[in-house]
Structure formats: structure tokens, C-alpha cells
């Protein structure tokens, strides 16, 4: 038998499918790196709506968390790759071009995944803000702070370090959710993978490596997320 | 908005609900059962179980389901020994293969979450059925898990509507549940905005009752936290 074994799989010399993989890898890290930014500046947001926004305000807040956490992620993802595609068409047609302009893979999944991502970042942030102590913020009025030294030194700093464990998982489920983005031909990890099991006749070995690749990475991120959380904790107490 | 358009999408979006729900209930129940399962095994002692059981959930809450679902339907069609394997008829089956990837995926979450609400018992409880003369199965049954799961239910009502929303990924590999009909259509007609909305209202409208079931179940196994009921019979008279 002629084929390729498993360490073939992962190796870089001639091939070897390793530094395709590993480009996939980093097309995955991208794109949950991209929404979750995305992500971050929409929970931003959102919890300042929902935190001392007006009353449609709030109802909106609400109600884009609300739909955004009960509908799969996957549809979210067909909604923006296809979607996209028509509205870049019709503005195309507007100019005069005819014909059919695809929306690009990467982008579409960049923002489904941040506009999932952004409805639980909202909680987060919601919640992380309340949990700031109110004496805290009354003490920096009290030494005559203004409106955005506040923010920047007090609100800001104690919000990021209750809200960071949140945002680890909510990072943590980006990542996995990025995985999604392959059904549009963006050439992520998996979709490496499945390029890789297709023209090998090996599905088993490729989608074991894809996994431990997530795995890998998702381990990694985990623990920079714990020092991160240690940076922002420094001089609280703990018992 | 094209309402007949919308109303044609929203009767070929309802045939395929069975199916989504087929899907979620299926893979809950054994789900549940393995959980259970896995969240002894962790709190066994037993140094090779708790092993066994933090890898599993390791290894499944860090790779994405997709390629948890690859692996099973295209994964192990690479090995001759499965394909002539009695099990064959069954991983031949993108429906079961899904319902497998389902199951052994919701079973880390959820095995995370019984473990909490078994470690929630108060160990006072425990003791006072020891000291009735309960045998430990009985403990087990009577005291511990009725408690557990009261504690563990809000934590599995989430974990429940994620399965929901996890079904979608079942589209991937061919069954036409809620969002492979979307897709279809979507695909069919580049209509992306109309099919989401219908899509989503659906998967809404399961999460919600979804939810209002948990509430339910939640509501009728804490008696204790309910105001009690003014009696009208007089004590004895029922005898």
C-alpha cells in the first residue's frame, strides 16, 4: 500500500501536509481572533446599553441577546455568507456590473462569528460591571474625577478583571465556533483537513490531527488567559 | 419582506422540525445517561476512572463538534475493519453518526454540570440517611440524586438549548433537520434575510418552550421553596 502514514500526515518535508495544516491553524486563529474582536466591541456596547441605556435601547439590547442565544450559529454564518453575496450583487448591479459577486468566506465568518460572540460578551461585560463595586466608583467621583478618567482608571481596569474568566470561555467557544466557518471555502484548519482527507483517502488521520490541533490551541489560550487573569487580579486578596 | 415567500418557506421549515427534534431528544437522553455515568466516574476515587473521565471531557468540550461529527461520518469509513464491522449499518447512517457525535459530545458538558450538582449535596443529608439505615444505593437514589439534579437543572436547561442549536450541524452531513432545508433554500434562491428569519423564529420558538419546560420541572421539584398551600381539608379526614 502506497499510503501515506500517519507521521506522512504531519510531517513538513515534500507530501507532508504539516505547513499546509499549519497555515490552516493560523487561518483558524485569525478568524476567532477577528470575532472576537468583533465580539468584544459589540458586548462592549451592548452592556453599556443595557447597563444605562434608555428603555428602547435596553429593548433592544435584550432582544438581540435574546435572538442571538437561541438561534444556531450556523445559520447566523449561511445568513451573512449568502446574504452578504446578494447584497454585494445588488450593489454591483446598482454600478452597473452584472453578474454574480460572491461575499468573501472570511469576512462573512468573521462577523457571524463576532455577532454571536458579541451577544454573550454583552453578559459578560453586563455582569462584570455590576460586580465593580459602587464605592469604588463613588470614591474616584469623590477625588473629582471626570467622566472618562473614571472610566479609563477605575471602571475600565475592574470590569476587565471580572469579566476576563467570561471572556476565556467565551473565547474558548469563538474558537470552536470558527470551526463553522469552513462551510463557506475559507480555508481554515478543518477545511485544510478535509482538503487533505479528500485527496489522501484518510479522513480518520486528518480529523484526529485537526483535533488535537484545536485541542493545542485551545489548551494554549487557556493558560495565556490565566496569566492574563493573575496580571488584572494583582493586589486583590485571596483566602 | 415577501410574505408568500416567507409563508412557502416557513411550511417546508416545518416539515423538517420532527427531525431537529428527533435529533436534540435523542442525543439528550443518552446523553444524560453517559453524563451521569462519567460524573461517577470522576468522583469514583478511583484514580484510572477520574482519568478516563477528565480526558473524555478534555478532549470533547476542546474540539469543535464538527469535527467531532467528521471524524465519526467520514473518519472511520477509513478503516476496512468498521466497514465490515456489524456496526456498519449503523455508521453508514449520517442520522445516527450525528446522533453518536451528539451524545458523546453533550455527555462532557453535561457530565461537568452533574458532577456540580452532586458535589452540591450537603454532606448533613447524607449522614442523616446513614443514620436511618438507608444502604448506599439507596442514599444514592433517595437523598442524593433527587437533590442533585433540582441543583443541576438550570446549568442542564442551557446545556439542553445548545444541543438545540447543535442540531443544525447535523445539516452538514446531508440530514435535512431546520437548517439544511434553510440551506437549501437559501442556496436555492439567495434569499438569505427571509429563510433566517423563519429559520430563527423556529428555533426560537423551541428554545422558548424549551425553557419554559426546565421552569416547570424546576418549579414542581422544590416544593420546599414554594409558599404553602392553604389546606381546606381538615387533617384525617381523608382517611
Given at each position: 500500500m502506497n499510503q501515506p502514514g500517519f507521521l506522512d500526515i504531519i510531517s513538513f518535508g515534500p507530501g507532508g501536509w504539516g505547513a499546509a495544516l499549519l497555515t490552516g491553524a493560523m487561518m483558524t486563529i485569525l478568524i476567532a481572533i477577528s470575532g472576537f474582536a468583533i465580539g468584544s466591541v459589540i458586548g462592549t456596547f451592548g452592556a453599556w446599553a443595557k447597563v444605562s441605556g434608555g428603555k428602547t435601547i435596553r429593548f433592544i439590547a435584550d432582544g438581540y441577546t435574546t435572538v442571538l442565544r437561541g438561534i444556531p450559529d450556523l445559520l447566523v454564518i449561511y445568513l451573512f455568507y449568502f446574504g452578504g453575496s446578494a447584497a454585494v450583487t445588488a450593489i454591483g448591479r446598482f454600478f452597473g456590473s452584472d453578474g454574480f459577486i460572491g461575499f468573501p468566506g472570511f469576512l462573512a465568518g468573521a462577523l457571524a462569528v463576532g455577532i454571536t460572540s458579541g451577544a454573550q460578551q454583552t453578559e459578560v461585560f453586563r455582569g462584570a460591571f455590576k460586580a465593580v463595586h459602587r464605592g469604588e466608583i463613588e470614591a474616584a467621583i469623590a477625588c473629582g474625577m471626570s467622566r472618562g478618567l473614571r472610566f479609563r482608571r477605575i471602571i475600565a481596569p475592574l470590569t476587565v478583571r471580572h469579566a476576563l474568566p467570561g471572556m476565556g470561555n467565551v473565547w474558548q467557544v469563538v474558537l470552536k465556533e470558527s470551526a463553522l466557518v469552513s462551510i463557506t471555502g475559507v480555508v481554515e484548519l478543518l477545511r485544510q483537513a478535509q482538503i487533505g482527507a479528500g485527496s489522501t483517502g484518510m479522513p480518520f488521520n486528518f480529523y484526529v490531527v485537526a483535533g488535537a490541533t484545536y485541542l493545542a490551541i485551545s489548551t494554549l489560550s487557556g493558560a495565556l488567559l490565566q496569566r492574563s487573569e493573575r496580571h488584572f487580579s494583582r493586589g486583590v486578596r485571596r483566602n | 419582506m415577501d410574505w408568500s415567500f416567507a409563508l412557502e418557506t416557513f411550511i417546508s421549515l416545518v416539515a423538517a422540525i420532527p427531525l431537529t427534534l428527533q435529533l436534540a431528544a435523542t442525543s439528550i437522553l443518552l446523553g444524560a445517561v453517559l453524563a451521569l455515568a462519567l460524573a461517577l466516574l470522576r468522583l469514583s476515587g478511583v484514580r484510572v476512572l477520574d482519568w478516563f473521565a477528565r480526558l473524555y471531557v478534555f478532549a470533547f468540550r476542546g474540539t469543535p463538534l464538527l469535527v467531532q461529527i467528521f471524524l465519526i461520518y467520514y473518519g472511520l469509513s477509513q478503516f476496512p475493519a468498521v466497514r465490515h464491522s456489524f456496526l456498519w449499518p449503523i455508521l453508514r447512517e449520517p442520522y445516527w453518526c450525528a446522533v453518536i457525535a451528539l451524545t458523546l459530545n453533550t455527555a462532557a458538558y453535561a457530565s461537568e454540570i452533574i458532577r456540580g450538582g452532586l458535589l452540591s449535596v450537603p454532606h448533613g443529608q447524607v449522614e442523616a440517611a446513614r443514620a436511618c439505615g438507608m444502604p448506599s444505593f439507596m442514599i444514592f437514589r433517595r437523598i442524593v440524586l433527587p437533590l442533585a439534579v433540582r441543583q443541576a437543572l438550570p446549568g442542564y436547561g442551557n446545556e439542553m438549548i445548545s444541543m438545540v442549536k447543535a442540531t443544525s450541524l447535523a445539516s452538514i452531513i446531508t440530514l435535512m433537520e431546520v437548517t439544511g432545508v434553510a440551506a437549501k433554500i437559501i442556496s436555492e434562491t439567495y434569499r438569505a434575510i427571509e429563510v433566517f428569519v423563519v429559520a430563527g423564529l423556529i428555533y426560537l420558538a423551541i428554545n422558548f418552550l424549551l425553557t419554559r419546560l426546565v421552569h416547570l420541572i424546576e418549579y414542581m421539584l422544590?416544593?420546599?421553596?414554594?409558599e404553602p398551600r392553604l389546606q381546606t381539608s381538615v387533617q384525617g379526614e381523608s382517611k
Amino acid at each position: 500500500m502506497n499510503q501515506p502514514g500517519f507521521l506522512d500526515i504531519i510531517s513538513f518535508g515534500p507530501g507532508g501536509w504539516g505547513a499546509a495544516l499549519l497555515t490552516g491553524a493560523m487561518m483558524t486563529i485569525l478568524i476567532a481572533i477577528s470575532g472576537f474582536a468583533i465580539g468584544s466591541v459589540i458586548g462592549t456596547f451592548g452592556a453599556w446599553a443595557k447597563v444605562s441605556g434608555g428603555k428602547t435601547i435596553r429593548f433592544i439590547a435584550d432582544g438581540y441577546t435574546t435572538v442571538l442565544r437561541g438561534i444556531p450559529d450556523l445559520l447566523v454564518i449561511y445568513l451573512f455568507y449568502f446574504g452578504g453575496s446578494a447584497a454585494v450583487t445588488a450593489i454591483g448591479r446598482f454600478f452597473g456590473s452584472d453578474g454574480f459577486i460572491g461575499f468573501p468566506g472570511f469576512l462573512a465568518g468573521a462577523l457571524a462569528v463576532g455577532i454571536t460572540s458579541g451577544a454573550q460578551q454583552t453578559e459578560v461585560f453586563r455582569g462584570a460591571f455590576k460586580a465593580v463595586h459602587r464605592g469604588e466608583i463613588e470614591a474616584a467621583i469623590a477625588c473629582g474625577m471626570s467622566r472618562g478618567l473614571r472610566f479609563r482608571r477605575i471602571i475600565a481596569p475592574l470590569t476587565v478583571r471580572h469579566a476576563l474568566p467570561g471572556m476565556g470561555n467565551v473565547w474558548q467557544v469563538v474558537l470552536k465556533e470558527s470551526a463553522l466557518v469552513s462551510i463557506t471555502g475559507v480555508v481554515e484548519l478543518l477545511r485544510q483537513a478535509q482538503i487533505g482527507a479528500g485527496s489522501t483517502g484518510m479522513p480518520f488521520n486528518f480529523y484526529v490531527v485537526a483535533g488535537a490541533t484545536y485541542l493545542a490551541i485551545s489548551t494554549l489560550s487557556g493558560a495565556l488567559l490565566q496569566r492574563s487573569e493573575r496580571h488584572f487580579s494583582r493586589g486583590v486578596r485571596r483566602n | 419582506m415577501d410574505w408568500s415567500f416567507a409563508l412557502e418557506t416557513f411550511i417546508s421549515l416545518v416539515a423538517a422540525i420532527p427531525l431537529t427534534l428527533q435529533l436534540a431528544a435523542t442525543s439528550i437522553l443518552l446523553g444524560a445517561v453517559l453524563a451521569l455515568a462519567l460524573a461517577l466516574l470522576r468522583l469514583s476515587g478511583v484514580r484510572v476512572l477520574d482519568w478516563f473521565a477528565r480526558l473524555y471531557v478534555f478532549a470533547f468540550r476542546g474540539t469543535p463538534l464538527l469535527v467531532q461529527i467528521f471524524l465519526i461520518y467520514y473518519g472511520l469509513s477509513q478503516f476496512p475493519a468498521v466497514r465490515h464491522s456489524f456496526l456498519w449499518p449503523i455508521l453508514r447512517e449520517p442520522y445516527w453518526c450525528a446522533v453518536i457525535a451528539l451524545t458523546l459530545n453533550t455527555a462532557a458538558y453535561a457530565s461537568e454540570i452533574i458532577r456540580g450538582g452532586l458535589l452540591s449535596v450537603p454532606h448533613g443529608q447524607v449522614e442523616a440517611a446513614r443514620a436511618c439505615g438507608m444502604p448506599s444505593f439507596m442514599i444514592f437514589r433517595r437523598i442524593v440524586l433527587p437533590l442533585a439534579v433540582r441543583q443541576a437543572l438550570p446549568g442542564y436547561g442551557n446545556e439542553m438549548i445548545s444541543m438545540v442549536k447543535a442540531t443544525s450541524l447535523a445539516s452538514i452531513i446531508t440530514l435535512m433537520e431546520v437548517t439544511g432545508v434553510a440551506a437549501k433554500i437559501i442556496s436555492e434562491t439567495y434569499r438569505a434575510i427571509e429563510v433566517f428569519v423563519v429559520a430563527g423564529l423556529i428555533y426560537l420558538a423551541i428554545n422558548f418552550l424549551l425553557t419554559r419546560l426546565v421552569h416547570l420541572i424546576e418549579y414542581m421539584l422544590s416544593p420546599h421553596l414554594r409558599e404553602p398551600r392553604l389546606q381546606t381539608s381538615v387533617q384525617g379526614e381523608s382517611k
